[in-house]
């Protein structure tokens, strides 16, 4: 009789993560984390571990050239979801990373179309005004994008939600309509879709969280997080 209940269970296991209800990311985890950029790799890696289910970070990769020397450089890339049998396919893909000042004046003095700066934009996560946001004080920038697609491995994270964790911790939160309400627009939020942008957010001693965006459009879902490190740590 053992041997047939033991045989049971084994026949349930495999169905454990595969059936289980998929859980958003933890949106004020994820804020928490953003409020630290003197962390180390390892300590941010913890940080997004707890906030995103089935966590699963890829091997470190070589140092970008024009990063080389950069105390405060890391570089996080993930997967994380819900897995499938029928696709090795990442329910969610994360992309973390932290450059100081050093590696930026590198780069104003590099054109864009430069070979060298390609692999540097997307293992940092570069963002197109990080230069122009970069506050006076500040030593070191750190970006998260997480993305996902698959509702079945990653739920979306709800509108109500995402508006009071930002309301609480910005102090200009917006939302844009409806692509497909202007005129001349095509793209469609899709049932319960969002466009919601924040800014000027928690400021200390230590670091200033000056952006925050994210949207859910059709079945795509997106968290942009920007924050900068002031006056030192790595």
Not at 35 to 44: C, E, G, N
Not at 47 to 66: I, M, Y
Not at 178 to 185: F, I, K, N, S, T
């Amino acid at each position: 009789m053992l041997r047939h209940a033991f045989v049971a269970l084994l026949a349930l296991m495999p169905c454990a993560p595969l059936c289980a209800d998929p859980a958003p990311p933890d949106l004020a985890r994820l804020l928490d984390a953003m409020a630290a950029p003197y962390l180390h790799r390892a300590a941010f890696l913890d940080h997004l571990e707890a906030a995103l289910g089935q966590f699963q970070p890829t091997l470190a990769q070589a140092v970008p050239s024009p990063a080389e020397g950069d105390g405060y450089f890391w570089a996080i890339e993930a997967r994380f979801g819900l897995p499938m049998e029928e696709t090795r396919a990442p329910g969610g893909v994360v992309t973390c990373a932290r450059y100081g000042r050093i590696t930026l004046e590198r780069l104003q003095l590099v054109p864009s179309s430069d070979p060298q700066v390609f692999p540097m934009m997307r293992q940092a996560a570069i963002l197109h005004d990080d230069a122009s946001a970069w506050p006076e004080q500040a030593v070191a920038r750190l970006v998260c994008l997480i993305t996902w697609d698959d509702a079945r491995r990653v739920a979306p994270l709800d509108r109500h939600v995402v508006l009071a964790q930002l309301s609480s911790r910005f102090a200009a939160v917006s939302e844009d309509p409806d692509p497909a309400e202007v005129p001349g627009g095509v793209r469609v939020f899709g049932p319960g879709g969002y466009l919601i942008e924040a800014l000027t957010g928690p400021a200390t001693l230590t670091h200033v969280m000056d952006r925050a965006g994210i949207s859910q459009t059709g079945t795509h879902q997106l968290i942009l997080l920007r924050s900068y490190l002031l006056g030192g740590g790595a």
